[in-house]
């Protein structure tokens, strides 16, 4: 009789749980159509304006929404729309990208260690929509709870490390800050065996100790927006990467093979 009062309050508990995704989903799918229906007419700049609108709204809600235990399921779910979000780029056009920061706050809310979705989602606040401080803030929550080293990521967590560092140098100013954070990154880079992880952790100790002498210097912005460059999976971030090194004095070289590399001049102090 125990067993059977106890299966029932399961049952209950997980009806209950049912409804909510229930009509956490239909509310979802209600405002989703308003999204949809634009696409068979012309799209001016209002429609435009009051799609981002609908999309905020939805991003107010799903924050709200419970998790129920499936929070990878619904961090890749939110990362996928954050994609078609910022490949809209008439969308991008005439209402630019302020809701990454909102995709941004709950991805690393349900999944802080989703290392190649917040990369991503890092570049696209800081340089697109011009919240660098919200990216360090939201890469501050991941690595709190994110190990050195993680079964499965395409990259590296020490990477976190790094473009929290290019935050602080390239935008925020704070070279202090920028000096940890690459430490930081040398530490955990230094836990992996292979070649390229050890090379990276010569490179950000080198950092570090340039930066103490010469703070204000332009080599290390160069080298950050090298790091932007190199790991950009868009052509407009690397089109703002490449302008940004050059602005500084930066070169630009394409090899034979096809590949650019960046080279410093000796006259860029």
Do not use: C
Request: glycine share 6%.
């Amino acid at each position: 009789m125990i067993a059977l009062r106890f299966t029932q309050q399961q049952l209950v508990k997980t009806l209950g749980n049912l409804a909510i995704i229930g009509l956490s989903l239909t509310l979802v799918i209600i405002l989703q159509e308003s999204r949809l229906k634009p696409s068979e007419q012309t799209i001016d700049a209002k429609k435009y304006q009051e799609l981002e609108q609908v999309e905020k709204l939805q991003l107010d809600v799903i924050k709200g929404f419970p998790s129920l235990g499936f929070d990878n399921l619904l961090a890749d779910w939110l990362y996928l729309r954050f994609i078609q979000y910022f490949g809209d780029g008439d969308a991008r056009n005439h209402t630019g990208y302020l809701l990454s920061a909102d995709y941004f706050e709950i991805i690393v809310k349900h999944d802080p260690r989703f290392v190649n979705a917040l990369l991503k989602l890092d570049a696209v606040t800081s340089i697109f929509a011009g919240e660098p401080e919200k990216s360090v803030k939201f890469l501050d929550q991941s690595l709190k709870v994110t190990p050195p080293k993680l079964e499965g990521p395409l990259i590296a967590p020490y990477y976190l490390w790094i473009y929290k560092a290019v935050n602080e140098l390239l935008f925020l100013g704070d070279v202090e800050a920028a000096k940890q954070s690459y430490t930081m990154a040398a530490n955990w880079a230094e836990t992996y065996e292979d070649e390229t992880s050890q090379r990276i952790a010569a490179n950000k100790r080198n950092t570090v100790q340039f930066l103490a002498t010469n703070p204000t210097s332009k080599i290390p912005q160069i080298g950050a927006w090298t790091s932007v460059l190199s790991g950009a999976a868009d052509k407009k971030t690397q089109e703002r990467a490449i302008a940004e090194i050059q602005a500084l004095g930066g070169e630009i070289i394409i090899t034979p093979e096809g590949t650019l590399r960046v080279r410093v001049p000796e006259w860029v102090d």
